[in-house]
């Protein structure tokens, strides 16, 4: 996690901003695919590259923003969390590894633990329950594959239909896709343009719903 | 780990969790009963992709702000180095009875730093230093045991780390996670031939737009 030092330091650097690559005047969002986060991930960690950086950093900075105003619903807040989350994303680009999961969900969670991190610093405790503590940093073993399909036929069910209905937008969209247009995970994943694994997420996250909603019916 | 574990945190908790919105002192419970539950890291990395994805999607609400100064400032700045072997934590154990208690990942460095352990009967609890207004306790009971009835102003989480807690509702044992209400009465006991260590988090009170039941997967039986 950042220090406090390099928060300062930071502030005064930028009394010395060079320009940003070219690039970076681009005002037209590049069309997110599959892999491409990973891949500028991985060119600042074998290069320091800039040019990668900036396309990252164009892309998350503002949503982090945006995020951060969601959850502190204070300006200043947010952009310090922006600015200690993409100093991570900077610094700990060498750490990222893609097997373990997309570089959304690391920048999310490096977001995450900033963000609580901030709250219990602004409490001035030392020995309170950490960020550390709280969120492995993905050590735990690897995961078989799973089977959805032993869940799949509970959506024969016509009860079903109004908890379906119910179900979160993002999740519903994937499972409308998979089940009612009968489209690969594959397709699914360019057509939203998510990471393959977010569909798959998002299919077990559903069937685990509609499957707590199938309980609640029966109790 | 033979026990397959029964008593999962229910979905909204996990959400609550993944996102950090949660009480400190309730999500090392979540994050403890992480640690011991296979199925539960799975749907923990799930609600990590879901959220993230929706952080990251292409029409999430994005803000204009000149950032470039920021920019130069950060890539000024050196990166690290990857480290050769992911530093995995010391294995924590905690001695009690004289019996020794090796601890999950979540709770090893607290449980360094336990409190004084207070004994009284069977029962002896040790307070982890997780800040002055959290209630978070080790909890051990010695076998053949049985704790009376009590009741709690506030929420009582209780995660069973080592042995098996018993009582009118059904058998708890390793990574199963309890919770009770100030309305719940129960006589918990453990076995005649086993001790038990637990996590105990006496929690403030929280909001929730659902009952509390609901913190508890009421799917338990249809998973395994
Ligand atoms: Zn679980």
Redesign the interface.
């Known amino acids: 996690m950042l220090d406090s030092t390099a928060l300062t330091r930071h502030h005064e650097l930028s009394g010395t901003a060079t320009r940003m690559p070219e690039r970076m005047t681009i005002s037209a969002e590049p069309h997110i695919r599959s892999g491409q986060w990973e891949d500028s991930l991985n060119f600042v960690a074998l290069n320091a590259d800039k040019a990668a950086y900036a396309e990252l950093f164009n892309y998350f900075a503002p949503r982090l923003k945006a995020f951060g105003m969601k959850m502190f619903g204070n300006e200043q807040q947010a952009l310090e969390m922006v600015q200690d989350t993409m100093l991570n994303v900077w610094k700990k680009a060498r750490l990222f590894d893609a097997s373990r999961g997309c570089a959304s969900t690391w920048i999310f969670t490096i977001a995450r633990n900033v963000r609580f991190d901030m709250l219990r610093k602004k409490q001035s405790r030392k020995d309170d329950i950490s960020a550390d503590d709280l969120w492995a940093d993905g050590d735990y073993p690897e995961l078989e594959e799973s089977s959805s399909d032993q869940w799949e036929t509970m959506l024969l069910s016509e009860k079903l239909a109004p908890y379906f209905d119910a179900l979160p937008i993002a999740q519903r969209l994937v499972m409308q896709k998979v089940y009612l247009e009968e489209k690969s995970h594959q397709e699914v994943a360019e057509e939203l343009d998510i990471p393959l694994g977010t569909v798959k997420s998002r299919i077990r996250l559903a069937l685990d719903r509609l499957r707590e909603a199938l309980d609640d019916t029966r109790s | 780990m033979t026990h397959a574990v029964k008593y999962h945190p ?2 909204m908790l996990m959400e609550q ?5 949660l009480a ?2 309730v ?2 419970a979540v ?1 403890t009963h ?2 011991l539950c ?1 199925h539960c ?3 923990c ?14 029409d ?6 000149d ?17 050769r072997k ?1 530093q ?1 934590r010391d294995a924590v154990t905690v001695n009690i009875n004289g019996r020794e208690f090796r601890v999950p ?3 090893s ?2 449980a360094n ?1 336990h409190g004084k352990w207070l004994q009284l009967g069977g029962v002896a609890t040790a307070k982890l ?4 207004k ?1 209630h ?1 306790s080790l909890l051990y009971i010695d076998k053949g045991t049985e704790i009376p009835n009590h009741t709690h102003l506030g929420l009582e989480m209780t995660l069973v780390l080592s042995g098996t807690i018993c009582d009118e509702n059904g058998e708890y044992g390793a990574g199963d996670l309890l919770i009770n209400t100030p309305a719940d009465t129960h006589t918990p006991h453990t076995r005649a031939d086993e001790d038990c260590l637990c996590l105990s988090v006496l929690s403030a009170p929280l909001k929730f737009n659902k009952g509390l039941t609901r913190l508890l ?3 338990q039986q ?1 998973f395994y």
């Open positions: 229910g979905m969790y993944v996102e950090g919105t400190p002192d999500a090392l994050a992480i640690d296979p890291q799975r749907l990395q799930d609600i990590h992709n879901d959220q993230a994805s929706s952080l990251a999607a292409d999430a609400p994005v803000m204009a702000d950032f470039a100064a920021l920019f130069s400032a950060i890539t000024a700045e050196p990166q690290l180095e990857k480290p992911t995995q990942r979540a709770l460095r607290l730093q230093p997780a800040g002055d959290m978070v997967n009421p799917l249809f």
